[in-house]
Structure formats: C-alpha cells, structure tokens
C-alpha cells in the first residue's frame, strides 16, 4: 500500500511518514524530496530560530511550489503525470487535495 506526502500529496510513499507515536520513517519522497525526521528540523525563521515540524512542512511545500514543483526523483513517478519533470498542474492540484491544501494563487 502507497501512503501520501504530507508535504506534496503524492500516493508514493512506501510506509506512513509517521507513525502512531509520531516517530519519523526517514523515507524521501520521491515527488517533492521531502526527508521525514529530517527536513522537519531544517527549516529556520529569518531570527534563526527553528520551525516547529508542522510549520517546516508548510514551509516546505510553499517553497517547492514557488520553485515549479520539480520532481526529485523523475523515475519514480508516471510519465503522465509530469512534463520537463515538473509535476503537471491538474495532477498537482488533485495531490493537493489529498492533503487539503491548495495551490497558490
């Protein structure tokens, strides 16, 4: 069974990226790149203070929008659902919603 990015919305993960006790599975998503138990602790404010893990995830996503929505890892993911490995954008706004999230105006 696939399970989706909490990041990206993309049915390619392999095991949850959390589970019940909240630990991370360090997989990557081959979609948007995001590392569980990783890339959560990354991401700081401009003051250099870090992101809370649920703020890194928004983060995250926003800024993998803003930079096109590329693909980290082309292989992994169908033909039909990317061009010059960008994730085409109707399939992009049904990963989304898979996570509620929307993409930006």
């Not at 990226?17 to 990783?38: L, N």
């Not at 993998?64 to 109707?90: E, N, R």
Request: hydrophobic share 30%; net charge negative.
């Amino acid at each position: 069974m696939k399970h989706p990015c909490p990041v990206c919305g993309f049915k390619g993960l392999t095991e949850p990226p959390y589970d019940h006790e909240g630990h991370q599975s360090h997989e990557i998503c081959p979609c948007c790149g995001f590392q569980f138990g990783f890339d959560e602790y990354e991401m700081q404010h401009e003051d250099g203070s870090y992101l809370e893990p649920a703020e890194s995830i928004i983060a995250y996503r926003k800024q993998w929008l803003a930079d096109g929505a590329v693909m980290f890892s082309p292989d992994c993911c169908p033909a039909q659902q990317q061009k010059v490995k960008k994730v085409l954008k109707h399939v992009l706004t049904e990963q989304l919603k898979r996570i509620n999230a929307d993409l930006p105006s």
